[in-house]
């Protein structure tokens, strides 16, 4: 069963995760827009539409490791991004400090920068999310992650 | 267990489960491919009962996602 929908002309699918509770599953893809890659929650019985919890920003790349990860009780979602989604094509792109998102898994609202305007967030490889999330609104959210390396976890 | 492998095309790979113990030969749950087509990557669910895999399945060089039964009970 395709889970992932239509794309967009020259669209991808790049990275997928499970949720931990096994009903959906998380990917980017490039889908709607081209060269954009964003971020979607789709249940793993398909029938409804992936839903795009991105929300207006565009994943940073980062090919050796992961672009997400999900909360251990599978409501929430955190991403890496780079820039906005109307930001201009390369070659002339407006790129943001690499930030930290954090989003529901429904999709239903904006994500929350969790990491702050200044400086970059690293790549997410080893990404956990410290314990359950019961962390809206987002101005707990910021607690509840480390980045740690895999092997010090 | 699952892995990739051109196992039934030269240089096609698909997806195949088979049981840990051996016993019994590897079950292809990946379905048909599109001509060109490829198994990219693949995840078993937490729960074990299905795989999600990305593949240029319906569409040459146009990856995409997809969930099956581990059993191959199903197509994907």
Known sequence: MKISGALVELGNVFQFQWSPDASRLAFSAVKEIRARATLYVVSADGGEEAVRVSGSQVMAPNENGPLFAWSPDSTHVAFRSDRQIDSPPLPNPIYIPDTLFVAPADGNVEPINVSGESGNVGPLNGLRIARDSAFWPPSRAIALFSLARPNSM | MAFRADKDTNEVFELYVVPASGG?????????LVE???IDDFAWSPDGTRLAFSADKDVAS???????????SAAP
């Open chain 2, 24 to 32: 019994a030969p590897p079950v292809k749950v990946s379905g048909d």
């Open chain 2, 36 to 38: 060109g087509g490829d």
């Open chain 2, 62 to 72: 146009t990856r995409e996602l997809y969930v099956t039964p581990a059993d191959g």
